[in-house]
């Protein structure tokens, strides 16, 4: 097999998004679109890939890090200017070069690997990826002779009254043999109707030199969708969030809802189970199977293992064992770990703690910078004091100890192995292993107080 590389055209600035942030970075599902694009690619085992940056150059070399070598293009003069900044670095070789739009997020790896098989059956030189359009405007059309050869694509803003009417478009994808490509680019000129140079023009110029060039439509438009706008930014995310939603489906994934539910392409979900609407799942989250996540949960880079329920929660950057239940309206903040059959419910927050097996903080607490063993039971209302206001302290809880309800836990602090503590006491002193602390007034009855 020869080589195959890969260019990613991320230059331009992206005038109609009329944002701040460079176009190629508005994230799509979660990820940055241009990531999606170099993943696909990745996926295929390109030999080299290069990214062409330019505005917002560092931002988008600092999202994409090794996954990609770059080039810089100094100035935007048009994507086949764009596709010659890579000739430092790939000009001698020999192989085939992909050239994918960095604003063109959905098109899988599989239509990318049909093109260049359909480059490499027909023989061809440049090879077009198309897509038939209801709706063309805006893309480049694709002009074929009467016996179907493409002819040469021509740009919206260059078509004549006749050439606006067609509806097969240019997916701005395409592949090339790697030396006439960069041989070809040389003989690019601006002249149209934007003063830039043009890539489908390569196409052109090798098919009136004679040369074979060739076209593979793919059937599915909405994968080609070019993303130039916030209108087309909604159809891409909604379009993505469909791929995603599918392939979980397809492997055993009940969603209950999937135009209600977003999930990001890192995402795992293990097989039955079942993900109900408004969930929010980010990053390179890992679910097990056989848990349920109930309405409205977001969770975001933390693994969640089988059998487990969250429902209606926050859970960030954290670890949540099997069998456990989160939720209703729990907020696990980062670095939290629960450990198996461990309950965390409703309006209980976790930071940076540790709950062991079988532990229970049931209702209306705060549990922060704290290590709770196993078996441990936290009453309702308790709360570890983890901070003085300068500095953050840490509260142990060994196993088996019962903290009473509305305890307030002033860390540092150790509550020892079988402790007890006294409902509504504030712990200021270590309780040793199978103690029991009390730390609150005596209550004092009044006899007779009331007169009436
Ligand atoms: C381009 C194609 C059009 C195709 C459409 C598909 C050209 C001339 N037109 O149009 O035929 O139908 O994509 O979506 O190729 N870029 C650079 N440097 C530049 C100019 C652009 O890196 O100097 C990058 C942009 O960042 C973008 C990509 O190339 O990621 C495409 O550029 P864009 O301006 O969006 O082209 P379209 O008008 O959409
Ligand atoms: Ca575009």
């Known amino acids: 097999m020869e080589n195959t590389y890969a260019i990613v055209l991320a230059a331009g600035q992206g005038t109609r998004m009329k944002s701040d942030l460079y176009k190629v970075l508005h994230p799509v599902c979660g990820k940055p679109m241009v990531e999606h694009v170099i993943d696909h690619i990745r996926d295929l085992q390109a030999d080299r890939i290069v990214t062409i940056v330019g505005h917002g150059a560092e931002m988008v070399e600092q999202t994409l890090g090794d996954k990609s070598e770059y080039a810089l293009q100094a100035e935007q003069l048009g994507t086949a200017h764009a596709v010659q900044q890579a000739e430092a670095v790939l000009a001698d070789l020999d192989g085939t070069t992909l050239v994918v739009c960095g604003d063109t997020p959905l098109i899988s790896t599989e239509t990318m690997a049909a093109l260049l098989a359909h480059h490499h059956e027909t023989e061809a030189k440049a090879t077009i990826l198309t897509a038939i359009a209801d709706d063309p405007t805006g893309y480049g059309r694709i002009i074929r002779a009467e016996n179907g050869d493409v002819v040469r694509n021509v740009e919206h803003k260059d078509t004549n009254d006749g050439e606006r009417l067609v509806k097969e478009i240019n997916t701005g994808t395409y592949c090339f043999d790697n030396r006439v490509l960069f041989d070809t680019l040389k003989k690019v000129n601006n002249d149209n109707a934007q003063d830039e140079y043009y890539l489908p023009d390569v196409l052109g110029i090798l098919k009136s030199e004679g040369q074979r060039i060739s076209a593979y439509t793919t059937p599915d438009f909405h994968e080609t969708l070019g993303v130039n706008d916030r209108v087309a930014l909604a159809k891409a995310e909604k379009g993505m969030r469909q791929l995603i939603a599918e392939k979980h489906m397809r492997n055993g994934v009940t969603i209950i809802s999937p135009e209600q539910t977003v999930i990001s392409s890192e995402a795992e979900i293990g097989r039955d189970t079942i993900i109900q609407p408004g969930v929010l799942i980010e990053g390179a989250t890992k679910i097990g199977s056989q848990c349920v996540i109930g309405p409205n949960s977001h969770i975001q880079n933390s693994t969640v293992g089988d059998h487990t329920t969250v429902h209606s929660s926050v ?3 954290s670890a949540i ?7 209703p309206f729990a907020h696990l903040r980062p670095e939290t770990q629960l450990g198996d059959h461990v309950k965390v419910g409703n309006f209980v927050e976790v930071k940076k703690s540790r709950l062991g097996d079988d532990s229970k903080v049931s209702h209306l607490s705060y549990i922060g910078d704290t290590e709770i ?16 206001g300068k500095n953050k302290h840490k509260t142990e809880i060994e196993d088996y100890a019962f903290i009473g309800c509305n305890a307030n836990l002033v860390a ?7 402790a007890i503590v006294a409902a509504g006491s504030t712990v200021t ?18 006899e007779g107080y009331v007169k009436n």
């Not at 064992?321 to 939720?327: D, F």
């Not at 209302?381 to 901070?387: D, F, Q, R």
């Not at 540092?412 to 079988?418: A, E, F, Q, Y």
């Open 429 to 446: 002193k270590n309780v040793p292993e199978n103690s029991l602390a009390i730390a609150r007034v005596r209550q004092e009855n009044k």
């Open 321 to 327: 064992g099997n069998e456990t239940a989160v939720g």
């Open 373 to 388: 063993g196993k078996n441990v039971n936290v009453g309702c209302g308790t709360i570890t004091v983890n901070y003085d």
């Open 315 to 317: 859970v960030r950057d």
């Open 412 to 418: 540092p602090v150790t509550i020892g192995k079988n």
